[in-house]
């Protein structure tokens, strides 16, 4: 699979997918295909941002979403087999929020800095998915996550870029039909 895109998924990728527009309930089909991409080496999440969703440190609500992810097959499958690298994710702190962060400011940040800290090392293939919008104007602990990615080199988009890039579909499990052909 070498040079084809690895996405790298935020948090919010899937805690708002499932709470606004792609439900387990109503949509099985998105979960069933992104779990396939993660064990196809396509889509994966960093320990640090994968265990962010699933704990939430005691303030997410055991959901569904929260209830798939603590499955073992399922997390297996998503979390990045990689460790970070402190001095990647000092330097992301550095060069995205500022050199001279407080211990509360660094709290406030939360696990970002570490995605992108794993998609640095390497640019070329690596993509930081997130529903932040950017807002170049915010400082310090307020960054948004596709600025911090900008100011590191890296290449970040939402999640519909991402589904349209790797051709997301509802129907994606059905053989698709020969032209003429009628199904049986």
Sequence with gaps: MTGAPLYLLDANVLITAHRDYYSME???????????????????????TLEEVRDGGGKVKKDALVEWLQQADVYDALCFPEEAQPHVVSAVLARGYAADLKDTEIEQIGRDPFLVA????????????????????KKRANRRVPDVCKDNGVRCCNTFAMLRALGFHTGWQRPQLVAGATPL
Excluded at 43 to 48: D, R, T
């Design 118 to 137: 794993y998609a640095m090392i390497d640019t070329a293939r690596r993509v930081v998915v997130s529903i932040e919008a950017s807002a170049p104007g």
């Design 26 to 48: 109503m949509v099985p089909e998105f979960w069933d295909w992104l779990l396939h991409m993660a064990r196809t080496d396509f889509v994966k999440m960093p320990l640090e």
